[in-house]
């Protein structure tokens, strides 16, 4: 596979002669936060953690997305933190776009670079430290486990982006791929991380409607997404935020891979 490229935040600030508007937009089924709305004034900051900044993109909120949270990382150098999670039935998952950072799970630490990836047990001792001389980037995403009678909870996971195969879904002759970072049969696993791979002229061919809930962050390249009633342009560095049963399907126009991180929630009853 050849070396990827991934979008990082811009920060920042626009000056006073700039126009305000642009294609951010909140409606009943969906949200889209273009990436020049991560600025410095929208920046958020954690307790425990040093040297460290975020964009909280989404959070649960009722009547809306509410299975989890994604939160996007810069951590300084000598940034990080020994304490980075306050609840125990939270897992996690990581994955960097920029720079470098060690993460110890239970006393094993691992490097992760850009394109690495890891899932985090619920109640895991954990700790995450920048390693590299500029700003890491990574994406956090956040949820309360589900547990399912008589499995245990998921073993950690560390992996990267180019250590897995694209998974070609099917009559798209590998031009619509998706990279899976955890086994899609271990019922031990409530949510997915994954990454969808569109090259030019590629479509997801029909309205998407179903119950997972999804958040999708744009790596590479750009597209036309269809959301709700609505069509939207999405370039690097947009969010998109989708509730259950929104409508979706998309259209990589190119000219080059259209790439997305997306969170999905999966294998488990609804609740009652």
Known sequence: MSER?????????P?????????AVFTEAYAVLPR?????ITASRLPHWDATRLW?????????????????????????STRPEPDARAEGALFVTGGAVELTINGQAHVLRAGGFAYIPPGSDWRLAQTGDGVAVLHWVRKAYVPADGLPAPDPVITSDAENEPFAMPDSDGRWAT???????????????????LHPGAVIPFLETHVMEHGLYVLEGKAAYRLNRDWVEVEAGDYMW???????ACYAGGPGPFRYLLYKDVNRHAAL
């Open 5 to 13: 490229t991934y979008f990082a935040s811009p920060g920042g600030q």
């Open 15 to 23: 000056p006073q002669t700039a126009l305000f508007s642009d294609r």
């Open 36 to 40: 020049g709305t991560m600025r410095d």
């Open 56 to 80: 909280v993109m989404a959070r649960p909120l009722s009547g809306f997305a509410e299975t989890f949270s994604h939160y996007l990382m810069e951590i300084s150098p000598d940034g990080g």
């Open 179 to 197: 990279t899976r970072f955890v086994d899609p049969d271990d019922m031990r696993h409530d949510m997915h991380m994954t990454i969808v791979t």
């Open 242 to 248: 989708l509730r259950a049963f929104c409508p979706q």
